[in-house]
């Protein structure tokens, strides 16, 4: 297989895997975002991750889902959209970053689905991603986001997290 191939094929491995992310906590299918995932990962997402744990000590993937599962399952809806993908290739390990833009909706009526500002939060930053291949897959082993802004209704993230509990 010719090198230029090759780095087309892992590029779209980064892009699907980032898509499969960004899917995976849009519908709630948390085994499709656990299967994006090493097992152990490092999580480094600021002040959303700094109580849970230090960036720099791996932690077990299922771990970092639960802590993901406590705020989008306390959502109605969440849209990440996740775009501009500049894979790394050939350094090692091999990484990806790009632009996230994520509304996360809480309906004031579900029934109605129409939304005013204070029934959004967006959270607009950037991710990088590091992989590494499991033989069949890239798996992302190391997570940073680094949030450029939030606009909306901030609250809506304690909220979250106070539904996403009272489910469990």
């Given at each position: 297989?010719?090198?230029?191939?090759?780095?087309?094929?892992?590029?779209?491995a980064?892009?699907?895997?980032?898509n499969?992310?960004?899917?995976?906590?849009?519908?709630?299918?948390?085994?499709?975002?656990?299967?994006?995932?090493?097992?152990?990962?490092?999580?480094?997402?600021?002040?959303?991750?700094?109580?849970?744990?230090?960036?720099?000590?791996?932690?077990?993937?299922?771990?970092?889902?639960?802590?993901?599962?406590?705020?989008?399952?306390?959502?109605?809806i969440?849209?990440?959209?996740i775009?501009?993908?500049r894979?790394?290739?050939?350094a090692n390990?091999?990484?990806?970053?790009?632009?996230l833009?994520?509304?996360?909706?809480?309906?004031?009526h579900?029934?109605?689905?129409l939304?005013a500002?204070?029934?959004?939060?967006?959270?607009?930053?950037?991710?990088?991603?590091?992989?590494?291949?499991d033989?069949?897959?890239?798996?992302?082993?190391?997570?940073?986001?680094?949030?450029?802004?939030?606009?909306?209704n901030?609250?809506?993230?304690?909220?979250?997290?106070?539904?996403?509990?009272a489910?469990?």
């Amino acid at each position: 297989m010719s090198a230029d191939i090759k780095s087309l094929e892992i590029r779209t491995a980064l892009i699907d895997s980032y898509n499969r992310y960004a899917q995976g906590l849009d519908t709630k299918d948390w085994a499709m975002v656990r299967n994006c995932f090493a097992d152990r990962v490092f999580i480094d997402y600021g002040s959303i991750s700094d109580p849970t744990g230090s960036p720099d000590v791996a932690r077990p993937s299922d771990d970092w889902l639960q802590i993901l599962q406590s705020v989008i399952n306390g959502f109605d809806i969440t849209r990440h959209t996740i775009t501009n993908h500049r894979p790394q290739i050939e350094a090692n390990p091999v990484s990806c970053t790009a632009y996230l833009v994520a509304d996360h909706v809480i309906f004031p009526h579900p029934e109605m689905p129409l939304v005013a500002p204070e029934d959004v939060v967006t959270v607009v930053g950037e991710y990088t991603n590091w992989y590494e291949h499991d033989g069949s897959d890239w798996k992302i082993c190391r997570s940073r986001l680094v949030i450029n802004w939030t606009s909306g209704n901030a609250g809506l993230l304690a909220t979250a997290m106070e539904r996403a509990a009272a489910t469990c």
